[in-house]
């Protein structure tokens, strides 16, 4: 659903204090939380460990996120599939890589069913293993606030899904919140990398959802810790 909500329907988070603004980039249920992230790893395995070199295309940015925090979330067909800016600051890169179609993992059961997922239980629990393989964008955003340092915002077509458009350019100031682009059919996912070392931590609301209902897109994601 590419459709915009009525502005009353998605307000933004209200800031507090000094605290630097980190919302929710997407309408979407959460999927995983992993910190300590590992430059590589095997993939192909159940547990389906993150391994930001393949994520990331290999890209030279993939350094400054190891050991840091991802945050992944499911957007449904019925979900609202536009993108927003999850910080305010600086786009210092965007890239996109064409991936697979349709692909899960094998070693995730198929007997059980999952009325979230287009595909049933397997396309959804594959959805760490997708991030490597399929289409996707990346978008990388330098905070204004140095407590956030770098983020990147990955997109990730699922199923038939590759169409990721971006709406924004490299070198240009985004406000936490606004616009950045859409995918325009189907269900999908994405992920939020943040650092290692700059205290991001996931709230709550969002860490006891998973598996379960949609975060508001705009509301409050992340705080930065002392």
């Known amino acids: 659903m590419?459709?915009?909500?009525?502005?009353?329907?998605?307000?933004?988070?209200?800031?507090?204090?000094?605290?630097?603004?980190?919302?929710?980039?997407c309408e979407s249920t959460p999927y995983r939380i992993q910190e300590d992230l590992a430059a590589r790893a095997q993939?192909?395995?159940?547990?389906?460990?993150?391994?930001?070199?393949?994520i990331l295309a290999g890209s030279q940015y993939y350094q400054r996120f190891v050991g840091g925090t991802l945050y992944q979330a499911y957007l449904s067909a019925l979900s609202y599939?536009?993108?927003?800016?999850?910080?305010?600051?600086?786009?210092?890169?965007?890239?996109?890589?064409?991936?697979?179609?349709?692909?899960?993992?094998?070693?995730?059961?198929?007997?059980?069913?999952d009325p979230v997922g287009p595909l049933g239980h397997v396309l959804r629990e594959s959805q760490g293993y997708i991030t490597e393989i399929a289409a996707r964008m990346m978008i990388y955003i330098e905070a204004d606030d140095p407590r956030i340092g770098l983020v990147c915002a990955v997109m990730v077509g699922m199923v038939e899904v590759s169409s990721c458009e971006s709406i924004v350019g490299e070198g240009q100031h985004v406000t936490a919140g606004e616009?950045?682009?859409?995918?325009?059919?189907?269900?999908?996912?994405?992920?939020?990398?943040?650092?290692?070392?700059?205290?991001?931590?996931?709230?709550?609301?969002?860490?006891?959802?998973?598996?379960?209902?949609?975060?508001?897109?705009?509301?409050?994601?992340?705080?930065?810790?002392?």
């Open 43 to 54: 993939f192909w395995i159940k547990a389906q460990p993150y391994s930001l070199v393949d």
């Open 179 to 226: 616009e950045i682009g859409m995918f325009h059919y189907g269900g999908s996912t994405h992920c939020l990398i943040f650092e290692k070392g700059k205290n991001v931590e996931i709230v709550k609301e969002a860490r006891n959802h998973q598996g379960g209902k949609n975060v508001p897109v705009l509301s409050r994601l992340a705080t930065v810790k002392a």
């Open 81 to 113: 599939h536009r993108w927003h800016a999850p910080i305010s600051g600086t786009i210092a890169k965007i890239s996109h890589v064409p991936g697979t179609y349709f692909a899960e993992n094998y070693r995730e059961p198929s007997n059980t069913s």
């Open 2 to 25: 590419t459709g915009h909500f009525r502005p009353h329907l998605r307000p933004i988070a209200a800031p507090i204090n000094d605290e630097p603004l980190i919302v929710n980039a």
